[in-house]
């Protein structure tokens, strides 16, 4: 009796064969959790800068989070990121004297919309690291998946799953 050491050639073949379609039944599940994994990442990078903002306020006074490429007079439709800075004058808009503390920049295919309580365009910690008189929410997306980041009126932030029409509002 002979004993064989190997695998033959249409083995290996249909064993090929059977592995690859199966990865072609995995991919877009995965993919879909490759994107929900960094809207959550993305959406932990917003509550780091948040809690920084409230450590900033409590230590050097009133501190802004408004969208990155504006004077935090608008925070219309989505935006590419977010910048944290110290309202040295409480007029609440970024100064040109008024240095940036943090940024938080975006990806290509992510963006970041803001919805407050009091509809305003900006988000400002007092002296004390509470959010002023407001409360809100940032809603992050990345590739159709996103993340909401809401703060109470204590300046607490937390991340929690969008629901459908939070989705439906990512480009």
């Known amino acids: 009796m002979q004993t064989h050491n190997g695998v033959t050639?249409?083995?290996?073949?249909?064993?090929?064969?059977?592995l690859m379609i199966?990865?072609?039944?995995t991919m877009p599940a995965m993919t879909?959790?490759?994107d929900e994994q960094?809207?959550?990442?993305?959406?932990?990078?917003?509550?780091?800068?948040?809690?920084?903002?409230?450590?900033?306020?409590?230590?050097?006074?009133?501190?802004?989070?408004c969208?990155?490429?504006?004077?935090?007079r608008h925070f219309?439709?989505?935006?590419k990121g977010l910048k944290l800075f110290h309202d040295?004058?409480?007029?609440?808009?970024?100064?040109?004297?008024?240095?940036?503390?943090?940024?938080?920049q975006l990806a290509e295919n992510e963006s970041i919309q803001w919805r407050s309580f009091r509809m305003k365009p900006w988000l400002r910690f007092s002296h004390r690291g509470v959010a002023w008189y407001q409360n809100g929410h940032f809603l992050v997306c990345h590739a159709g998946a996103a993340r909401k980041v809401i703060i109470s009126t204590q300046g607490r932030a937390r991340v929690a799953p969008a629901g459908r029409t939070a989705r439906q509002r990512c480009p």
Do not use: K, Q, Y
């Not at 219309?76 to 935006?79: C, E, I, V």
């Not at 609440?92 to 503390?101: F, G, I, M, N």
């Open 88 to 104: 040295r004058n409480n007029n609440r808009r970024h100064d040109s004297d008024e240095s940036v503390l943090n940024r938080v």
């Open 38 to 65: 960094a809207s959550v990442a993305r959406a932990n990078t917003v509550v780091g800068l948040l809690r920084e903002a409230r450590a900033s306020a409590a230590a050097r006074g009133p501190v802004m989070v």
């Open 22 to 25: 199966l990865a072609g039944l």
């Open 76 to 79: 219309d439709g989505p935006h």
């Open 32 to 34: 879909r959790f490759l």
């Open 9 to 18: 050639l249409p083995e290996l073949l249909i064993t090929t064969a059977i």
């Open 67 to 72: 969208a990155a490429n504006s004077d935090c």
